[in-house]
C-alpha cells in the first residue's frame, strides 16, 4: 500500500486545516472538505483509505455523507472515524453509520493519529491489500 489517503471532513475550517496539517506531518495524504456535498465529490474523484468524519455539517448529516461515501463503488468497508462534540450523537451514529470509532472534541491529536492508524489497519483487514 502507498500512502494512506485521508478525508478530513469538518465546517469548522480552523478544525479541518489543523488535523489536515498534522497528518501531513504523520505521513498521510490528506483531503480536506468543509461540507458533505464537498467531501462526497472528493471521495467519488479519489476513494480514500480512511475519514475522519463530523457529524454536524451545514449541508447534509454526517450520517447522511457516511452512507453516501460507502456507496462508492470499491469503499463498502470504508473506515470512517466519528468526530463531534455531541456525546449523545456520537454513540448514536456510530452505530448507526457502523463507524470504526470516535473521537469527542476536544480531542487529541495524538488520538487522532491513533484513531486514524486503527481505522487504516481495519479498513486493510476488511478490504485485503490495495
Not at 28 to 55: C, F, H, N, W
Amino acid at each position: 500500500m502507498g500512502t494512506p489517503r485521508v478525508l478530513v471532513v469538518d465546517d469548522d475550517r480552523d478544525l479541518c486545516d489543523l488535523l489536515s496539517d498534522f497528518l501531513v506531518e504523520e505521513g498521510y495524504e490528506v483531503t480536506t472538505a468543509y461540507a458533505g456535498q464537498e467531501a462526497i465529490d472528493a471521495a467519488r474523484r479519489s476513494t480514500p483509505d480512511a475519514v475522519l468524519l463530523d457529524l454536524l455539517l451545514p449541508d447534509i448529516s454526517g450520517v447522511l455523507v457516511g452512507r453516501a461515501l460507502r456507496e462508492i463503488p470499491g469503499a463498502g468497508n470504508l473506515p470512517i472515524v466519528i468526530i463531534s462534540g455531541d456525546r449523545a450523537a456520537l454513540a448514536r451514529s456510530t452505530a448507526e453509520l457502523g463507524a470504526h470509532s470516535f473521537l469527542e472534541k476536544p480531542f487529541s491529536l495524538t488520538a487522532v493519529r491513533a484513531a486514524v492508524d486503527d481505522a487504516l489497519a481495519r479498513g486493510s483487514d476488511a478490504n485485503g491489500p490495495r
